[in-house]
C-alpha cells in the first residue's frame, strides 16, 4: 500500500543530467537568480553595491528581467506596486547597510498595504558577521535587527545550501494572507563563491491558505440574516485577495450598503445602488455605519482613517474579516473572523439567507446626497474640476498612483477607480515619494497599458532621479505634478493649528524644463487644459511629465466637531 508521503517527485533524464553536470562559472548569485525563476518571477527590482555584485552578475546569466532604479526606497515603491497589481512576490534587490537601510520607508509602506515584496540584500563577508565591530565597509552590528519591526519575516542565509530553502520560505510567507513584505540576507562572500551544487528548478513554496472557522461564518452568517440594517466596509484585504466580486454577491443577497476604505478603492462598484462609495471622512457616513445593528468589516483594521481619526462608535454587532491576527478587534469588540477575505466571503455566501430590502438603495442615496450637501457648502469648485478632468482624463482600466497630496486625499473619498486593483495610494505607512516609482513599477507589469502617477511638488522632488528611470526602460508612464510651491497639506494643518506655517515654502524647480533634461516631454497645464493634456499624455506612448500650478484646498473634517 502507498501513502501520499512515500510518493518522492523522480527527476527527468534532463533534470538528472543537468544535476550532475551543472555549467561550469555560476556561484552563490546564481542560486539567487535561479531560485527566484524557479519560483515563477520574472521581473526583478534593485540598485547594486559592492557586497551584492554576486546577485548582479547572476542576472547576465538568467532570464529574469531587471529594472534599475536610482534610489533603493523608489525601488521598493517599484516592487511594492509591482506587487499589488500582480499578486506576485515582487523581487527586490539590494545591497548591504545604507543601500538596505534606504528601502526601510517602501517596506513599511508594502506592509500597511499588505503588498508581497521579496527583498534580498547582501550582507559583509561571514567573518565580519556577529556584532564584532570589525570595520567593513557598511558595517552593522545586526542587519536584519532594522527590518523585524517592519516585515513580515527575516530569513537569515550563511551557506549556499541554505539559499533555495531561504528564498522559497520567503516567498511563501511574502505570499500567505495576508500578504506583506518579506527580508532575505546572505554574505557577500557566499554570494560570490563558485558553486558546484546543481541548478535550482522548481522549489516548492505554494503559499498556505488561511482558511476561516466554520463555527464562526456560521455565526456570522446567522447574524447578517437576521439583520434589520446591516452594512459592510470593506479594506484592502478585499483587493488584495481579489474578492470583489464575491463581496458584490453578498451585498447584493443581503441588501447591505458598502463602503470601502482608501486602501479597499475598488473593492465594491462605485455607482451601484448600494454603494456608500468611500466617504469615510464624513460625519454622514459615519452615523450611518454606526445605526447598522450588524456591521460586516472585511479585510479592514478600522485604522485611523477607516475610522473617521478613531471618532467611529458602532451601536450594533460588528463581524470582523481579518488576515492579520493582530488586527482582530484592535479598535472595537467584534466576533472576530481570522480568515483571508477571500475565503471567508465564499463561506458567507454558501450559508446566508437572502434579504429584501427596498429601502436600502434609497437610504444610500440619502447619505450621498448629503455628503455631496456639505461639499458644496464650501466652494471647493477648483478641486473638484481637477479631479473630474483626471478621471475623464485617465482609461478605465489604467491604474492610478497616487503620492501623499491634496489631490490624493479627495481622490481617496471621491475618486472612482472604475475598477478593483486599479487605484493605489500612499496611505497605509503615509510617506512622501510613492507615486512615480510605484507607476513604474506598475507599468513594468504591464507596459501595454498608459498608467497615471500623481504627485505635489514637495513630493515629486522625492522622485525626480526616477525620471531616468522611466525614460531608460520607456515605461508608460504619465506624471501629473501638482505644484503649490510648498508641503501644501502641512501648511493647511500649520496655519489651522498655529496660525501660520513654518518650513513648508520650497524653492522649486521647473519641472518642465527638468523633465525634458531626462528626455522625458513635459508640458504646464491649466485647471482649463488639462483633461486634454492629461489625456494626450497618456496616448502617448513611454513617459511623460504634466505639471499644474494650482493651491488646493482640502474639504472641512468632520472629526474635530
Do not use: C
Not at 42 to 53: D, E, S
Not at 416 to 431: F, I, K, L, V
Amino acid at each position: 500500500m502507498t501513502h501520499d508521503h512515500d510518493l518522492v517527485l523522480r527527476p527527468t533524464e534532463a533534470q538528472t543530467e543537468a544535476a550532475l553536470n551543472p555549467p561550469p562559472g555560476r556561484n552563490g548569485g546564481d542560486l539567487v537568480v535561479e531560485t527566484l525563476a524557479g519560483l515563477g518571477a520574472t521581473t526583478v527590482f534593485g540598485l547594486p553595491g559592492q557586497h551584492a555584485l554576486g546577485m548582479f552578475d547572476a542576472l547576465r546569466r538568467s532570464s529574469l528581467r531587471y529594472i534599475g532604479l536610482r534610489v533603493e526606497n523608489n525601488a521598493g515603491f517599484a516592487a511594492d506596486a509591482y506587487g499589488r497589481v500582480t499578486g506576485e512576490a515582487a523581487p527586490l534587490l539590494l545591497s548591504t547597510g545604507p543601500g538596505a537601510l534606504t528601502s526601510l520607508a517602501a517596506l513599511q509602506e508594502a506592509a500597511s498595504a499588505s503588498a508581497p515584496v521579496l527583498a534580498i540584500s547582501s550582507q559583509i563577508p561571514t567573518a565580519g558577521l556577529g556584532g564584532g565591530r570589525h570595520g567593513y565597509l557598511h558595517e552593522l552590528p545586526d542587519q536584519s535587527a532594522s527590518f523585524r519591526g517592519v516585515v513580515k519575516s527575516v530569513h537569515t542565509v550563511r551557506s549556499q545550501s541554505q539559499i533555495p530553502s531561504a528564498i522559497a520560505e520567503a516567498w511563501r510567507s511574502a505570499l500567505t494572507a495576508p500578504h506583506g513584505p518579506v527580508w532575505v540576507e546572505i554574505p557577500q562572500d557566499v554570494l560570490l563563491a563558485e558553486t558546484s551544487l546543481p541548478v535550482v528548478t522548481a522549489p516548492d513554496a505554494t503559499p498556505e491558505e488561511l482558511v476561516p472557522r466554520v463555527e464562526l461564518t456560521a455565526v456570522a452568517a446567522d447574524l447578517l440574516s437576521r439583520a434589520e440594517r446591516p452594512a459592510i466596509i470593506a479594506g484592502g484585504g478585499v483587493v488584495r485577495s481579489d474578492a470583489s466580486g464575491k463581496l458584490l454577491q453578498l451585498a447584493e443577497a443581503l441588501q447591505a450598503p458598502v463602503v470601502t476604505t482608501f486602501g479597499g478603492k475598488g473593492a465594491f462598484p462605485w455607482e451601484h445602488p448600494l454603494s456608500l462609495q468611500s466617504w469615510l471622512e464624513d460625519r454622514h457616513t459615519t452615523d450611518f455605519l454606526e445605526d447598522a445593528d450588524v456591521l460586516l468589516v472585511v479585510g479592514s483594521g478600522l485604522g485611523e482613517l477607516s475610522s473617521n481619526y478613531h471618532t467611529f462608535k458602532p451601536r450594533g454587532r460588528v463581524v470582523q474579516i481579518e488576515a492579520d491576527l493582530g488586527k482582530l478587534e484592535s479598535n472595537h469588540p467584534a466576533l472576530g473572523i481570522h480568515a483571508d477575505a477571500r475565503l471567508a466571503l465564499q463561506a458567507l455566501l454558501e450559508t446566508v439567507e437572502e434579504r429584501t430590502d427596498a429601502t436600502a438603495p434609497e437610504r444610500v442615496r440619502d447619505v450621498l446626497s448629503r455628503v455631496a450637501a456639505r461639499i458644496a457648502s464650501q466652494e471647493l469648485t477648483l478641486e473638484q474640476d481637477v479631479l473630474a478632468s483626471v478621471r475623464r482624463a485617465l482609461p478605465a482600466g489604467s491604474p492610478s498612483f497616487w503620492d501623499m497630496t491634496i489631490l490624493a486625499y479627495w481622490a481617496w473619498s471621491a475618486f472612482d477607480p472604475r475598477g478593483a486593483n486599479t487605484m493605489h495610494s500612499a496611505q497605509g505607512a503615509g510617506g512622501l515619494g510613492y507615486g512615480f516609482p510605484a507607476a513604474l513599477g506598475a507599468a513594468a507589469a504591464d507596459p501595454g497599458r498608459p498608467v497615471l502617477a500623481v504627485s505635489g511638488d514637495g513630493g515629486a522632488l522625492y522622485s525626480i532621479a526616477e525620471l531616468a528611470t522611466a525614460r531608460q526602460y520607456d515605461l508608460p508612464v504619465t506624471w501629473l505634478i501638482v505644484d503649490d510651491g510648498g508641503y501644501g497639506i502641512l501648511r493647511e494643518y500649520m496655519t489651522d493649528a498655529f496660525g501660520e506655517p513654518t518650513a513648508t515654502e520650497l524653492t522649486r524647480p521647473d519641472y518642465v524644463a527638468l523633465a525634458e533634461s531626462f528626455g522625458v516631454p513635459g508640458v504646464l497645464t491649466s485647471a482649463e487644459t488639462l483633461e486634454a493634456d492629461l489625456s494626450k499624455a497618456l496616448a502617448s506612448p513611454g513617459p511623460s511629465v504634466v505639471v499644474l500650478p494650482a493651491v488646493l484646498r482640502m474639504f472641512a473634517p468632520t472629526h474635530l466637531d
